[in-house]
T-cell receptor
């Protein structure tokens, strides 16, 4: 049974048109992460939620926002997608920060036209 | 910031060969992750280890905390092992991961 689910798996949006990616988990984990992986590059952490506390990485553009309405769901909002935002977006969860295994969703591949 | 280096970047081997992928990092850590990514994007956690050695089936991971180095070994490699293998360490906010660039492994029949 899938434990971290991402929808949609593939998303096409137009330049400048807001888009929302969804992640849900059945693990009841406290921490949810969003990573961006551009073609042939390593994934890069954008931000995380630790329970209801949101923290973005220092170099995450303001164009990226996130919402976590409850423990199970987390959303990634891209307010005005640019061509450079085309990437695979990976959601992951962890029971707590620190030395705990991370569980990844299948990813959403975003195309910007 | 922790710098994570993997080698080799690309590896092609014949079925049955013993495979070794290396990872080094620059700052001391509490644990290191080995991950597998297949074409299409999904990432699967293989190991998380903080000392010594772990084994799961044909996969073995070792870590030397003093030398800041870890290795992933695959015994009796099989074409289905073909994937990108990624080493990652905690270091981001709330211990999000910093990833190595990955090793693209191809096992030929």
């Amino acid at each position: 049974d899938a434990m971290v689910i991402q929808n949609p798996r593939y998303q096409v949006t137009q330049f400048g048109k807001p888009v929302t990616l969804s992640c849900s988990q059945t693990l009841n984990h406290n921490v949810m992460y969003w990573y961006q992986q551009k073609s042939s590059q390593a994934p890069k952490l954008l931000f995380h939620y630790y329970d209801k506390d949101f923290n973005n990485e220092a170099d995450t553009p303001d164009n990226f926002q996130s919402r976590r309405p409850n423990t199970s769901f987390c959303f990634l909002d891209i307010r005005s997608p640019g061509l450079g935002d085309a990437a695979m977006y990976l959601c992951a969860t962890s029971r707590d920060p620190g030395s705990y295994e991370q569980y990844f969703g299948p990813g959403t591949r975003l195309t910007v036209t | 910031k922790n710098e994570v280096e993997q080698s080799p970047q690309n590896l092609t081997a014949q079925e049955g060969e013993f495979i070794t992928i290396n990872c080094s990092y620059s700052v001391g850590i509490s644990a290191l992750h080995w991950l597998q990514q297949h074409p299409g994007g999904g990432i699967v956690s293989l190991f998380m280890l903080s000392s010594g050695k772990k084994k799961h089936g044909r996969l073995i991971a070792t870590i030397n905390i003093q030398e800041k180095h870890s290795s992933l070994h695959i015994t009796a490699s099989h074409p289905r092992d073909s994937a990108v293998y990624i080493c990652a360490v905690p270091g981001g906010g709330a211990d999000g991961l910093t990833f190595g660039k990955g090793t693209h492994l191809i096992i030929q029949p």
